[in-house]
Structures are given as C-alpha cells and as structure tokens.
C-alpha cells in the first residue's frame, strides 16, 4: 500500500496517502484512536462554547450541565450506531443552531471511516495465523 501511494496521478494516490496518515495502512490501533479523540475534542470545545453561553450565540434554554452536556453530545455524535443522540438528547440536537448541526454531521461522518481503521487495526492485532 506504500508503494501504491507512490505510483499515479495525486488523485490516484490520495486514498493512499489517506490511508496511510488516518491508519499506517490498516496496522495501527494508536492512529485512529487519537483521530477520534481530536474529533472529540473538537465537538465537546464547540459544544461546550455553546451550551455555557461565553460566546455570542447562546442557547435559550439553561442548561444545568454544560460540559456534561457537551462530552455526552460530542460522544453521541462520533457514534451514531449506538443511537444515544436520537434517545437521549434529541432536544439538545434540535435546539442547536445550524453550524453546530452540520458539525455533528461532520462529526458523525468523519467517525465512521475511523472506527473502522480502529477495527481494522484491532483485527490486524489479534488476527491469529
């Protein structure tokens, strides 16, 4: 896979060099484990900006906990297979203002691929031969 990064057009090695920076190639566990906390990270620093009001858009609504709020929020996004944001914080996820939504999309998207180079990796680790 390194030396098919190589080879090509740059379009033809970007899935590649894609792979390669998010997984080392599918044999790394530690890789997507930090692209996941970064993501979030990211989530819970805008999540939580938002739900404790510092910045200009504040929620109309109090919340009591907004740094639990927050990690909860940013959790539920990066694993939408689970369905915790659909059970547990549906008024959260509506209440949100369009840019902090289409960020737990992104979010939501961008976690996927890595849960799967996590499993990937994993797999590459116990793989009996």
């Not at 944001?85 to 939501?108: H, I, N």
Request: positive net charge; proline residues 6%; charged residues 10%.
């Amino acid at each position: 896979m390194h030396f098919a990064g190589k080879i090509g057009s740059i379009w033809q090695r970007l899935p590649y060099l894609l792979f390669g920076l998010f997984s080392e190639y599918g044999y790394s566990i530690l890789r997507p484990t930090l692209w996941l906390l970064g993501v979030w990270a990211l989530g819970f620093a805008a999540f939580w900006g938002y739900f404790s009001g510092c910045c200009v858009p504040a929620p109309h609504d109090v919340i009591e906990r907004p740094m639990g709020s927050a990690m909860a929020l940013s959790f539920s996004n990066l694993f939408p297979l689970f369905g915790f944001g659909r059970t547990f914080l549906l008024e959260e996820l509506k209440a949100l203002p369009a840019v902090l939504q289409f960020f737990s999309g992104v979010q939501s998207v961008a976690s996927l691929p890595l849960l799967f180079f996590l499993g990937l990796g994993l797999r590459q680790r116990f793989r009996l031969r």
